[in-house]
């Protein structure tokens, strides 16, 4: 929004602040400006509009007068000379709901000359970026830009009947715009009608059938207030925001629609010298209803404030704001809201706060330490889990990736999953985009595509959501790439998995995906507990080099962390290991043949460490292992470790398998 | 020969011959020859027997000093090439302690991380809980809740992503204020940082995912200068300086009243730059008193409890601190980028 210096200057008696010192008051106390522009001898300051979506009244040059007013202590002009409309109105007003339309008022004037307006109208408007039109149009936008209640002028001639009706508009009714667009509309599209159909879009824009021509020499001035939420309906609706549209979102006073007939009255008399009001008011309107005053508690206030406020510094502030203050009991304020603020804005004391603290200079408020008992904070042990995985993963060498939540129906079928049963954005960014992952593979996938480019090795991970329809499952994801055809990425991965949750297992698995390389994908198990899945890339997904990944759930790995509880004691009798060397076929597990030795051995066993493989000329494996055993309370005699041997060699040959000793 | 003579001549060829050895073999054979059980020190101890008692008080006393000459000169003779072999072997060991060491390097944490964990700690330290809450959201928590009603306008300015089951990407992290009122109840000091989502194109300065940092504290008589306090201190920390913060009108629907809080320019100190576009400062984060309805919403009487809420953008911090000036490169996974932290 654009406020014109000259305009101000006009409604604040004394303004003498420098344009720029003004917009950095305004910034403090009311809204923020963002910069000062010269315009011919004009200033013109500009206002963020999102910092006034909740001011009807700061839409308008007389609203913002009244702030500055306020802030610089100075008197505020009213630019609206009251007049007495006589009340035989010659245009008759209908409106179908009134809480679409809660007023309606208007004024009929003949005998009106069509021109250019005058310069200093014209440079008025060109200041706060609206084109000047002819005098008519000019003064319903000048009104529009000093009073914020936009108006509308019909030529008279044109409209067809004696009422104008307020009303939904019929399914698949038009309207030419005067932006020479035609608009299809809807019953959620309120209109105002002429006997043969709508002839403006209410609160919006007006028809081009109706428009002030050269030739109009009768006019109907149109000064309405219509819903807040209706008129940003139909506007978003039909993609079209316009200056009269804008204001009404925000929720505009409906007693301000006099004040705009008795300005444009003024003005038009000006502008088009020998105007005559045809008739009186029009004025349809529902009881406007009057907020009860809001109690305001002046040791509250200060409470809120964290500074006392003295109860005659409250009151001018609040007086200066038109508010109306009436004490009701020692220190306790009621607070009659002027209506331009009442339609939305100030309901609450808390409203009054702001009032009271952007007055006064939030910088006039010490910083000061609540006094509140200490108390430890309830923890958060999910997040600390994630960040000692996010450490653990970066201390062997993976670096931490965020990738997006989205990803393409391409995608998915990729990754094997499940369209339909996928979480759905119905507005995607990118019309692909359009399902939420279920799964940290395919952002992942393409990193690792992304940065084979520049790198020969290289690992990565991700911690992050899977979003499925019943809730949402923190995943870690980590990947290894190298230019190699090895396959040490699956067990650096794999350490990566035994880093994180000690005693994890991996087991080759029964059934792969079609991205998974099929020899070299397993689950990964946390006991009989599945906690994710370690696998290699199908070669066809990943060119140039072998891509690994671990996969893991997050919350399966917090729950099954060990807690360390009780110590073991230090073993106080001496151990005894044995190597024992099994010839296997060439697919029979590690891990099968170690817990089968592990069973043989009993309760002896210490432990036991796969040492390493040898292959056969026959292509047999030799699979040897250092078992260590011992007693917790005497040393194991020689007879008793031999005996220990010969039952896993003798249980080992009966089960099948050949021993190298 | 006289006893004396044949020690002093024994003593004589220990010497030579020790200054000739070059091993400790060597020495050792001198020592055994010289001093050993059977050597020849001991040889001619035996012919004691033989001598007058005065000449074996001589003899023996020759013996004795021969004998300590021997032993320390060995000593000294072993010091010496224990020495030379120890420096013989140093030298053979020798390595170039320029080569690379071998095994992996660290990773590194995303910026993004190293931001939110610095805010968290020093969240902790103040006695603020780390809260979280579901990517996907209702209405009702997005906005409703948030007195953020269905035809407000601000709703505009939160370019929302629909879900097909009619639920939403949360458009910032403040449903965490009432999941957490709802859950613990007040008094309650927490932040909530995560991942938030609005529906707008991506360029170098506009992503439509980012991170923010939700914070909120409920106590009884919660005040401004509450809040300006924390901000001040929670600025201080973050910025490891002192630094001055002032608070303006700002309108946010889930506070009132509300405020767009900036900090003098940390480039200028307030004189104004480029930076800073000129006016001294520097547009940081939303915050303000919790409107009551929001308390409402969150099952707390606002007449007994209020409290201040505050957003911080994370991602914005992040680039602020990094110098970040595109900020697709977070979400980029681009290992060039992402090494530097």
Redesign the interface.
């Given at each position: 929004m654009k406020f014109s210096y000259n305009w101000l200057r006009d409604l604040v008696d004394q303004l003498d602040t420098p344009p720029s010192e003004l917009a950095q008051l305004i910034?403090?106390?009311?809204?923020?400006s963002e910069g000062v522009e010269a315009h011919g001898d004009d200033c013109v300051i500009e206002i963020d509009n999102?910092?006034l979506?909740?001011?009807p009244d700061l839409w308008g040059h007389y609203g913002m007068a009244r702030e500055v007013a306020a802030i610089l202590g100075r008197k505020l002009i009213d630019p609206v000379e009251p007049q007495e409309f006589p009340r035989s109105a010659s245009v008759r007003v209908s409106i179908e709901d009134h809480a679409l339309c809660p007023r309606y008022s208007a004024l009929v004037f003949d005998n009106v000359t069509v021109k250019p307006s005058p310069q200093w109208l014209q440079q008025r408007l060109e200041a706060v970026g609206l084109n000047p039109i002819n005098n008519i149009v000019d003064v319903t936008n000048y009104v529009l830009a000093e009073l914020a209640q936009p108006m509308h002028a019909f030529d008279a001639a044109k409209l067809q009947g004696s009422e104008i009706m307020v009303r939904p508009a019929r399914a698949g009714e038009t309207i030419k715009a005067l932006n020479d667009e035609t608009y299809t509309l809807d019953p959620s599209n309120l209109v105002i009608a002429d006997s043969t159909g709508p002839v403006a879009i209410a609160g919006i824009i007006g028809g081009a059938d109706s428009a002030i021509s050269n030739s109009t020499t009768r006019i109907v001035l149109e000064s309405a207030n219509f819903n807040?939420?209706s008129v940003?309906?139909t506007s978003?609706r039909l993609r079209l925001r316009t200056d009269a549209s804008m204001r009404f979102?925000?929720a505009q006073d409906p007693v301000n629609t006099i004040r705009g007939l008795e300005r444009a009255f003024a003005l038009l008399q000006e502008v088009s010298p020998g105007v005559r009001l045809a008739g009186g008011l029009a004025d349809n309107y529902r009881p406007i209803p009057v907020p009860p005053p809001v109690v305001l508690s002046l040791d509250w206030l200060n409470?809120?404030?964290?500074?006392a406020v003295p109860e005659d510094e409250v009151r001018r502030i609040l007086e200066s704001l038109e508010f109306r203050v009436e004490e009701i009991a020692p220190r306790v304020f009621s607070v009659f809201v002027p209506t331009w603020r009442a339609t939305k804005d100030v309901t609450?004391k808390?409203?009054l706060?702001?009032e009271v603290?952007?007055m006064i200079g939030?910088?006039s408020?010490?910083?000061?330490?609540?006094l509140?008992p200490?108390?430890?904070?309830?923890?958060?042990p999910?997040?600390e889990f994630h960040?000692r995985v996010?450490?653990m993963?970066?201390?062997?060498?993976?670096?931490?990736?965020?990738?997006?939540?989205f990803i393409s129906e391409d995608t998915a079928r990729v990754f094997s999953v499940d369209v339909s049963a996928q979480?759905?954005?119905?507005?995607?960014?990118v019309s692909d985009q359009n399902l939420?992952r279920t799964s940290l593979l395919p952002?992942i996938w393409?990193?690792i595509r992304?940065?084979a480019r520049?790198?020969d090795r290289?690992?990565?991970?991700e911690i992050g959501?899977a979003?499925h329809?019943d809730?949402?499952v923190p995943r870690f994801t980590a990947a290894m790439f190298a230019k190699d055809n090895g396959a040490s990425g699956v067990f650096e991965l794999k350490r990566l998995a035994e880093c994180l949750l000690p005693g994890v297992s991996v087991r080759p698995a029964d059934a792969t995906q079609s991205y998974e390389h099929p020899r070299r994908t397993g689950d990964v198990l946390c006991g009989e507990t599945n906690v994710g899945r370690l696998f290699e890339f199908h070669p066809k997904m990943v060119e140039g080099g072998r891509a690994a990944v671990l996969d893991l759930d997050l919350t399966r790995l917090m729950q099954l962390q060990p807690t360390p509880e009780r110590y073991q004691p230090l073993r106080r009798f001496p151990e005894s290991a044995f190597d024992l060397s099994v010839v296997a076929n060439p697919r029979t597990l590690i891990a099968d043949i170690q817990s089968a030795l592990e069973k043989l051995a009993g309760d002896a066993l210490l432990s036991i460490v796969f040492l390493r493989e040898f292959a056969l000329p026959d292509g047999a494996r030799s699979l040897s292992y250092r078992l260590t055993v011992g007693a917790p309370d005497r040393t194991l005699s020689a007879e008793e470790v031999g005996l220990v041997r010969t039952r896993i060699i003798e249980g080992m040959r009966s089960a099948g398998y050949e021993l190298r000793l | 020969m006289s006893p004396e003579q044949i020690i002093s001549d024994l003593h004589a060829t220990s010497l030579s011959a020790l200054e000739q050895a070059t091993t400790l073999d060597a020495l050792e054979a001198i020592r055994v020859d010289a001093l050993g059980r059977k050597g020849k020190l001991a040889e001619v101890s035996k012919a004691f027997g033989k001598l007058a008692p005065e000449e074996r008080a001589r003899v023996g006393k020759l013996l004795n000093t021969v004998k300590q000459d021997l032993e320390t000169r060995l000593d000294q003779r072993k010091t010496a090439l224990d020495s030379v072999a120890i420096d013989v072997r140093l030298e053979s060991e020798w390595v170039d302690l320029t080569a690379p060491a071998p095994g992996?390097?660290?990773?590194?944490?995303?910026p993004?991380?190293h931001v939110q964990?610095e805010l968290?700690e020093l969240f902790?330290s103040l006695?603020?809980?780390?809260?979280?809450g579901?990517?996907?959201e209702t209405e009702h928590y997005n906005f409703d809740a948030l007195n953020i009603p269905?035809?407000h306008?601000?709703r505009?300015?939160q370019d929302t992503?629909?879900?097909?089951?009619g639920?939403l990407?949360r458009t910032h992290t403040s449903p965490v204020q009432i999941r957490a009122l709802e859950k613990?109840g007040p008094?309650l000091?927490?932040i909530a940082p995560g991942?938030v989502?609005r529906?707008?194109?991506?360029d170098a300065s506009h992503e439509?995912?980012f991170y923010q940092l939700e914070g909120m504290?409920v106590?009884r008589?919660?005040?401004?200068?509450?809040l300006?306090?924390f901000m001040?201190t929670l600025l201080s920390a973050i910025f490891h300086r002192d630094v001055t913060v002032?608070?303006?009108?700002?309108?946010f629907p889930f506070v009132?009243?509300?405020?767009?809080l900036d900090i003098q320019c940390l480039i200028c100190g307030g004189k104004g730059c480029p930076v800073c576009k000129h006016s001294g400062w520097v547009e940081l984060l939303p915050c303000g008193?919790v409107?009551?309805a929001v308390l409402r919403a969150g099952g707390v009487d606002p007449e007994q409890w209020?409290g201040f809420a505050f957003g911080l953008g994370l991602t914005r911090l992040a680039m602020m601190r990094y110098g970040i000036d595109d900020i697709r490169l977070?979400?980029g996974?681009?290992?060039?980028f992402?090494?530097q932290f």
């Open positions: 910034t403090i106390k009311t809204a923020e999102k910092s979506t909740h001011r807040a939420s940003r309906k978003s979102e925000k409470r809120k404030l964290g500074r609450i808390e409203d706060v702001e603290g952007r939030y910088d408020i010490p910083p000061v330490a609540p509140t200490a108390r430890v904070p309830p923890a958060s999910e997040r960040h996010r450490l993963a970066a201390a062997q060498g993976f670096t931490e990736v965020h990738n997006y939540s979480v759905q954005v119905s507005n995607p960014i939420l952002g393409k990193n992304d940065n520049h790198f290289f690992r990565l991970f959501r979003i329809p809730g949402e | 992996i390097r660290p990773g590194s944490l995303h993004i991380t964990r968290e902790v006695g603020f809980a780390i809260m979280d579901p990517e996907v269905a035809d306008p601000a505009d300015a992503f629909w879900l097909k089951d639920r990407l613990f008094p000091k927490m991942r989502f529906n707008e194109e991506v439509h995912t504290m106590d008589d919660v005040s401004v200068a509450h300006l306090y001040k002032r608070l303006r009108p700002g309108f009132e009243p509300g405020f767009e008193l409107n009551p209020n977070f979400a996974g681009d290992l060039r992402l090494r």
